[in-house]
T-cell receptor, first 111, second 112 residues
Framework: GQSLEQPSEVTAVEGAIVQINCTYQ??????LSWYQQHDGGAPTFLSY????GLEETGRFSSFLSRSDSYGYLLLQELQMKDSASYFC????????????FGKGTRLSVIA | DAGITQSPRHKVTETGTPVTLRCHQT?????MYWYRQDPGHGLRLIHY???????DKGEVSDGYSVSRSKTEDFLLTLESATSSQTSVYFC???????????FGPGTRLTVT
């Protein structure tokens, strides 16, 4: 089967840097995605890593290590609006689910 | 933003009644998905479609059926709603299978 593990909650201070980790178990791995969801809203796509290394998009970066089955989302210069839930998701060739989501990490940014 | 809408946005129904949720897209994307989201479970795939009349089951398909007769519409039906199907339902679309999906605003369904 496929499984993903990510912390359920993280708290960080405005202006700081926070890292949200994700470990996964799957066969036929294609890549790791990240989504953001504000309370009451819909998930929105943030990033995708198919190869090892760091992908940067503005204040957000995402990292993947295929050999360690591990990735993380890095948020820099945290703003209050970054308070949201963040989901990692695995795309694999196993099973019948194109994308399997983790249970999400709730990020609270405090002043 | 991707042109994707869901209807209704909120619904309260009684146990045992049939319910149909509609997802409509204007992006001409090939893939469409139905997810449910429950506290502590994240997003779980119910069914998905990879073309007109082409559908497949996801990890939580029991009690649900789908139909796609046009590229732009994907319907999710609960034949006989149960309280365990109380949830928020999201439709999503993508132009190819997998990682970059665009989500609709969601439908909050309550089965009493």
């Amino acid at each position: 089967g496929q499984s993903l593990e990510q912390p359920s909650e993280v708290t960080a201070v405005e202006g700081a840097i926070v890292q949200i980790n994700c470990t996964y178990q799957t066969s036929g791995f294609y890549g790791l995605s990240w989504y953001q969801q504000h309370d009451g809203g819909a998930p929105t796509f943030l990033s995708y890593n198919a190869l090892d290394g760091l992908e940067e998009t503005g204040r957000f970066s995402s990292f993947l290590s295929r050999s360690d089955s591990y990735g993380y989302l890095l948020l820099q210069e945290l703003q209050m609006k970054d308070s949201a839930s963040y989901f990692c998701a695995v795309r694999s060739s196993s099973g019948n689910t194109p994308l399997v989501f983790g249970k999400g990490t709730r990020l609270s940014v405090i002043a | 933003d991707a042109g994707i809408t869901q209807s209704p946005r909120h619904k309260v129904t009684e146990t045992g009644t049939p319910v149909t949720l509609r997802c409509h897209q204007t992006e001409n994307h090939r893939y469409m998905y139905w997810y449910r989201q429950d506290p502590g479970h994240g997003l779980r795939l119910i069914h998905y479609s990879y073309g007109v009349k082409d559908t497949d089951k996801g990890e939580v398909s029991d009690g649900y059926s789908v139909s796609r007769s046009k590229t732009e519409d994907f319907l999710l039906t609960l034949e006989s709603a149960t309280s365990s199907q109380t949830s928020v339902y999201f439709c999503a679309i993508s132009d190819e299978a997998g990682h970059e999906q665009y989500f609709g605003p969601g439908t909050r369904l309550t089965v009493t």
